[in-house]
């Protein structure tokens, strides 16, 4: 008699008694609702940067707007920029420490929000954090169609299939419970991957100012790249999984996006490099 009451009371608890704020720590219902949710939106943002990349090269009209209003393109990589660092830099409402005086103030308040010291660059709703991820995403792939101005369709679309296949392969070995690694480790290879970063972006200083070999840098650009962002993509995928919240998939959405579309490009570096050779 009390097994059958545990049952009925277990499934008539609300979703907010099922799982703590950690993603680790949910049912794993809770869980597999939250890996819909990230992999839907990213689905969707890769689409349509897709889309819109296609469309660039299949109309001369999009490919003579986009190569004479470079203007424009400078704006998108700015609004690209600051839309990223936005969505990184917002504070879950969890992390934020609570105001005594507003928490005086509202002892019968519910909403948790309202005792919280809130900033200004906050993003209060889901709404207002899916209208900053549209933003980044749709910057984000105009600034990407000028890159894929510079190679021909055959190019992009090989580059695009080798990357599609790279994804599917680092998401599930990810996901798998044999590949699984601890959070010291993980951390450890952030920091060397971190280091890597900071190194490609010296490098193109370096290729800017100091007129290195195009064909050098092309290769180093290329295949350190596209090293260190299949990395970053195995971390983050297992990283998102443990230390984020479960209302946090947008964040989540935009940093797998990020290391798949420099993964991306960094594939496309080394096809174009070897169709020239």
Known sequence: MQSNYDITTTQQLPDDFKYSVKVISCEPEIRSRFQRKVYSLLSIQLLCTFIFSLSVIQYKTLQVFITTHLGLWFLALFISMVSCIWLSVVPNINDMPLDNETLLDNDNNNDISARRKVPWYYLPSRGSQLLMLMIFTLAESYTLALVTLSYDSDTVLSALLITVVVVVGVTVSSLSP?????????????????????????????????????????????????????????????????????????????????????LFISILRIVGSNDDN
């Open 178 to 262: 044999l590949f699984q690694t601890s959070m010291q480790t993980m951390s450890s290879i952030y920091y060397w991957l971190n280091w890597a970063l900071w190194f490609l972006i010296g490098l193109s200083f370096a290729t800017l100012f100091f007129g290195i070999s195009e064909n050098f840098s092309t290769m180093i650009f290329g295949w350190l790249g596209a090293f260190v962002f299949t990395i970053y993509l195995f971390v983050d995928t297992q990283l998102i999984f443990r230390k984020c919240y479960i209302d946090d998939e947008i964040k989540c959405c935009m940093m797998l996006y990020l290391d798949i579309i420099n």
